[in-house]
């Protein structure tokens, strides 16, 4: 069974950071393309970055890039997502999803976490 589980949302105030973490079991990660994405109240989910397989060529969204980097341990079978320079419109349902496809577009992904939220406090 294929669980993505993600962790270490929380609260934090506008200006700060958070690392979250994407953990993967009941797959072999390292052939995984894997994003993160997020979804506030009342909007559509949002892309925010990917990372290949092997961790090369990671490309973000404008809204995040410069702020937010992704990356990979495929020993860990975890991708994180470290954010600085949070802003209160970051808040969001955080999620990561995993795909097959070396260039997955969003109805690609085959596997998505529930889900860690982050609320940022102006």
């Known amino acids: 069974q294929v669980q993505l589980v993600e962790s270490g949302g929380g609260l934090v105030q506008a200006g700060g950071s958070l690392r979250l973490s994407c953990a993967a079991s009941?797959?072999?990660?390292?052939?995984?393309?894997v994003a993160w994405f997020r979804q506030a109240p009342g909007k559509e989910r949002e892309f925010l970055a990917v990372i290949r397989r092997s961790g090369a060529s990671p490309y973000y969204s404008g809204s995040v890039k410069g702020r937010f980097t992704i990356s990979r341990d495929n020993a860990k079978n975890t991708v994180y997502l470290k954010m600085n320079s949070l802003r209160p419109e970051d808040t969001a349902v955080y999620y990561c999803a995993a795909a097959s496809l070396i260039v997955p577009r969003e109805e690609d992904y085959d596997y998505w976490g529930q889900g860690t939220q982050v609320t940022v406090s102006s």
């Open positions: 009941g797959l072999i990660f390292s052939r995984y393309t």
